[in-house]
């Protein structure tokens, strides 16, 4: 795993677009077949041009396509959109180049082109791996289409993760430990493990769909790190799991608290202590662009910890932490210390109550 010294410089962009709106889903993102990417094109240049005076960093170590389904983006747009990005931006040698995809929208050839254009890293959403909840979950595909489709990444990228959702209503543990099985025996080295949440603005929301109760979700989770562990596939954040070096860089980048550029709408950005937010609306993201605020060194430090106790397996400085929540923190078992009392790192159990540990630990 990458020591949290080392400088990781990332680039998101937000794609807006799906083929269709999955109903658990609070992503910002839309159905639309055909957008005008001609358009989009000159937001995204526009962003990255704004972006590039903010910072004297201009070397990164990580770009992440996500969405939204960027997977529809034509690779006549990826060519473009990585011709502006290598043309303001240095790319370091062994830069980590993620895109995001659904099953049903991408296909062979596709991979092929976008892998040409420097695509390193393949992130496939597959949700479920029983067709009666990817139905359930809105999925436009079945279980069949998802393998056909890791199977083809296989050989075309050199790494590939794929999301599963689980703690779906009434999943029981014989089912979840039968679905992870089948995950694993497709032999990636990264997989994102996601609880099923039940988000206000959704479709599963508005229809009150409860996600496993609390007792469930957790012995799932518990089941979850013991499957994976076994497999050589640790957590290293709560919802990730991969082989040692095969960790996502980029998501590093942003549990390490380092720097990026969030380009597009609703997107996000950190440069030291400068935060970037971009309009969750295509047209008011084009018309505004990105808006910046600075927070203070206090703010800065408590997004820190929020995010770096996310990290399962690292520690985390002490330093500016409360010694009372500390020590109360360690009483319950929720956290170890290092031998010259420098770094925390959260337990399974510190993980299970991560919400209540960054309380008890914030100064
Ligand atoms: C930004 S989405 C994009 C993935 C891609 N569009 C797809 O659907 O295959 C990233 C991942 O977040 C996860 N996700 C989205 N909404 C979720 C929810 N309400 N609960 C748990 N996981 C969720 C899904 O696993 C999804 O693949
Ligand atoms: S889960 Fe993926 S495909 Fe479904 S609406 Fe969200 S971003 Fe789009």
Not at 51 to 63: C, G, K, P, V
Not at 209 to 215: G, L
Request: aromatic share 8%.
């Amino acid at each position: 795993m990458q020591s949290r010294q080392k400088p990781l410089f990332g680039l998101y962009l937000h794609w807006p677009y799906c083929l269709s709106k999955c109903p658990y889903c609070d992503f910002f993102s839309h159905p639309c077949q055909a957008p005008n990417e001609d358009i989009l094109l000159a937001g995204y240049l526009r962003d990255l041009k704004q972006m590039a005076n903010l910072t004297d960093n201009h070397r990164l170590t990580s770009i992440f396509f996500g969405g939204g389904t960027p997977s529809l983006m034509s690779p006549a747009f990826m060519e473009k959109i990585m011709h502006s990005i290598t043309t303001i931006f240095t790319l370091s040698d062994d830069i980590e180049i993620t895109l995001e995809a659904n099953p049903d929208a991408i296909t062979k050839e596709k991979m092929t082109a976008f892998k040409n254009l420097g695509i390193n890293r393949l992130s496939i959403g597959v949700q479920a791996l029983n067709d009666t909840d990817l139905k359930f979950l809105g999925r436009r595909h079945s279980v069949q289409t998802a393998l056909n489709r890791i199977e083809e990444a296989k050989n075309i990228f050199p790494k590939l993760n794929m999301d599963l959702i689980y703690a779906r209503p009434n999943q029981t543990l014989k089912a979840w430990e039968t679905e992870l099985q089948t995950a694993l025996s497709l032999g990636l080295s990264h997989y994102s493990l996601y609880q099923l949440t039940i988000e206000e603005n959704t479709v599963f929301g508005q229809k009150n769909i409860s996600p496993a109760d609390e007792k469930t979700a957790e012995q799932l989770y518990r089941l979850t790190d013991s499957i994976m562990n076994e497999a050589g596939i640790p957590s290293y954040e709560v919802s990730n799991y991969a082989r040692h070096g095969e960790e996502s860089r980029h998501n590093l980048t942003y549990w390490m608290g380092g720097d990026y550029i969030g380009i597009g709408p609703a997107a996000h950005g950190r440069l030291g202590l400068m935060a970037t937010e971009s309009e969750h609306s295509v047209d008011k993201w084009l018309k505004n662009g990105i808006m910046s605020e600075q927070l203070t060194p206090d703010e800065k430090f408590e997004e820190q910890v929020l995010m770096g106790l996310r990290l399962t397996h690292t520690p985390f400085p002490i330093k500016g932490l409360s010694p009372k929540g500390i020590q109360k923190a360690r009483q319950l078992g929720w956290i170890t210390l290092s031998d010259d009392d420098s770094t925390i790192t959260p337990t399974l159990n510190g993980t299970l109550m991560l919400n209540e540990l960054i309380i008890m630990v914030l100064p």
